[in-house]
């Protein structure tokens, strides 16, 4: 059975993917953003996973470039008592699923699987875990992944 949809979703759902953003800060970037080449193909070839999947990645790889290198990315996630999880790893299973990876703040190992209707995490900067190590850059990785797939 074909989905019905309105004549807004089925144009949203075509349209191709742009980004734009506004900063109170001059030097941070703003405007139109070009995007990975992943990320430009038209919405309606992803599943919700896939696309929410790519967005985050290359929300997680910006925010990563403003980081010095004692700080690591980490997410905090709203409507709960799940606190903040430094990211590790992500992933998505089709159509509707992101999941993530990492450890909380007492450095247990945790995972969060999260629908895409719930979606809804904050990206913060912690202090790396340890000293004498280089700060993990988990969005560089995710990106490259993206562009080999």
């Excluded at 144009?11 to 993917?17: D, K, R």
């Excluded at 995007?35 to 910006?62: D, F, G, H, T």
């Amino acid at each position: 059975m074909d989905k019905i949809e309105t004549s807004a979703e089925a144009a949203e759902s075509a349209a191709l993917p742009r980004c734009y953003e506004v900063h109170a800060n001059p030097e941070a970037a703003s405007g139109n953003k070009d995007l990975p080449k992943p990320l430009q193909k038209p919405v309606e070839s992803k599943s919700p996973a896939q696309w929410a999947y790519e967005r985050l990645i290359m929300y997680i790889q910006n925010f990563e470039k403003t980081l010095d290198g004692d700080h690591e990315v980490a997410m905090g996630f709203t409507g709960g008592d799940a606190g903040v999880m430094r990211i590790e790893g992500m992933g998505y299973f089709d159509p509707d699923v992101i999941t993530f990876y990492g450890s909380d703040g007492g450095g247990a190992k945790t995972q969060l699987v999260q629908h895409v209707s719930q979606l809804n995490v904050m990206l913060r900067a912690l202090p790396k875990s340890i000293e004498d190590k280089p700060a993990n850059r988990i969005g560089f990785r995710l990106a490259a992944d993206l562009e080999e797939s």
